[in-house]
């Protein structure tokens, strides 16, 4: 499994505040969407989520996300060294991605550039 890098979830109260800030600090434009409720900016290596205090608890318990080359690859190398997949592998607006308990506990994100 190719790991490509890692993300950093924040969960802020304003995003509009909150994206100058991080642009400055990452040298970018932030990228917009939305996802169940959520805003989200992705700006540089960090992605902000703003939104209803329940989406922002289920989400605050993914400790980070990390790009892959491939979920699916991702998948079956997490479940032979004995994670949890949780949910997924799903469609997203940039890719597929799918969540993890790993056996120490911790749950991430795994993300995919891979239009389906």
Same mark, same amino acid.
Request: aromatic share 4%.
């Given at each position: 499994?190719d790991?490509?890098g890692?993300?950093?979830?924040?969960?802020?109260?304003?995003? =509009?505040?909150?994206?100058?800030?991080? =642009?400055?600090?990452?040298?970018?434009?932030?990228?917009?969407? !939305?996802?169940?409720?959520?805003?989200?900016?992705?700006?540089?290596?960090f992605?902000?989520?703003?939104?209803? !205090?329940? =989406?922002?608890?289920?989400?605050?318990?993914?400790?980070?996300?990390?790009?892959?080359?491939?979920?699916?690859?991702?998948?079956?190398?997490?479940? =032979?060294?004995?994670?949890?997949?949780?949910?997924?592998?799903?469609?997203?607006?940039?890719?597929?991605?799918?969540?993890?308990?790993h056996?120490?506990?911790?749950?991430? !994100?795994?993300?995919?550039?891979r239009?389906?």
């Open positions: 499994m790991i490509l890692a993300t950093l979830r924040v969960c802020v109260a304003d995003l =509009e505040s909150a994206i100058p800030f991080y =642009e400055r600090l990452a040298g970018g434009p932030a990228l917009r969407f !939305e996802r169940g409720g959520v805003s989200v900016a992705a700006v540089g290596c992605l902000l989520m703003s939104g209803p !205090e329940a =989406e922002l608890e289920l989400l605050r318990k993914v400790a980070a996300t990390i790009a892959v080359a491939d979920v699916d690859e991702a998948h079956k190398v997490l479940t =032979e060294l004995g994670a949890d997949v949780i949910a997924g592998p799903v469609p997203t607006p940039v890719g597929r991605n799918l969540i993890a308990r056996p120490d506990g911790t749950v991430y !994100e795994y993300v995919d550039r239009r389906t």
